[in-house]
T-cell receptor, first 115, second 110 residues
Framework: DAEITQSPRHKITETGRQVTLACHQT?????MFWYRQDLGHGLRLIHY???????NKGEVSDGYSVSRSNTEDLPLTLESAASSQTSVYFC??????????????FGPGTRLTVL | GQNIDQPTEMTATEGAIVQINCTYQ??????LFWYQQHAGEAPTFLSY????GLEEKGRFSSFLSRSKGYSYLLLKELQMKDSASYLC???????????FGPGTRLSVLP
């Protein structure tokens, strides 16, 4: 069965360190998204990609970067982790097919703590 | 700007019916989605509306009024397992991006 996975599921790091969160999907979806979820804010879009070599900034992109070298993967990098980046991070993917719902499918999430 | 509002919390009794409202003001509209999210888990897709009216799917129904910027999710015959957060999301005119509301935490009591 097709799926979307994230790793690690839990991560504790220190302020100033570089951290990379992995996202891998086997749906063969063109669209991939990274969100963070914090109490009181819901899901906020960090970065997104509509295909290989395409990346775009979302609502809360400062301090984060992504790259898309193949269809399956969209790793999220925190260049220099800050305590304000402590959050739960969700990766999602979707089709872009005319006539379809094109709903987003979510990975299980990564809980990141920055000390 | 983009703004989506939902009630923060709701409580209902097992077997009852509950309606969760969502109002939105977005720069474009190309569909409204409802997701369910249990604590500590990923959101999962529940329903989709792009035209005005009611979409029914088993115990769950979703309604949309585009002119009013309003949707609701109706849950019938509530079960304990329906205790979760319910997220409203709007897709704008361009691209495939969603804007999510803050979510409504529903507690179903015996």
């Amino acid at each position: 069965d097709a799926e979307i996975t994230q790793s690690p599921r839990h991560k504790i790091t220190e302020t100033g360190r570089q951290v990379t969160l992995a996202c891998h999907q086997t749906w063969n979806h063109n669209n991939m998204f990274w969100y963070r979820q914090d109490l009181g804010h819901g899901l906020r879009l960090i970065h997104y990609s509509y295909g290989v070599q395409d990346t775009n900034k979302g609502e809360v992109s400062d301090g984060y970067s992504v790259s898309r070298s193949n269809t399956e993967d969209l790793p999220l990098t925190l260049e220099s982790a800050a305590s304000s980046q402590t959050s739960v991070y969700f990766c999602a993917s979707s089709e872009s097919t005319r006539g379809s719902y094109n709903e987003q499918f979510f990975g299980p999430g990564t809980r990141l703590t920055v000390l | 700007g983009q703004n989506i509002d939902q009630p923060t919390e709701m409580t209902a009794t097992e077997g009852a019916i509950v309606q969760i409202n969502c109002t939105y003001q977005t720069s474009g509209f190309n569909g409204l989605f409802w997701y369910q999210q249990h604590a500590g888990e990923a959101p999962t897709f529940l329903s989709y509306n792009v035209l005005d009216g009611l979409e029914e799917k088993g115990r769950f129904s979703s309604f949309l009024s585009r002119s009013k910027g309003y949707s609701y999710l109706l849950l019938k015959e509530l079960q304990m397992k329906d205790s979760a957060s319910y997220l409203c999301a709007v897709r704008g005119d361009y691209g495939q991006n969603f804007v999510f509301g803050p979510g409504t935490r529903l507690s179903v009591l015996p």
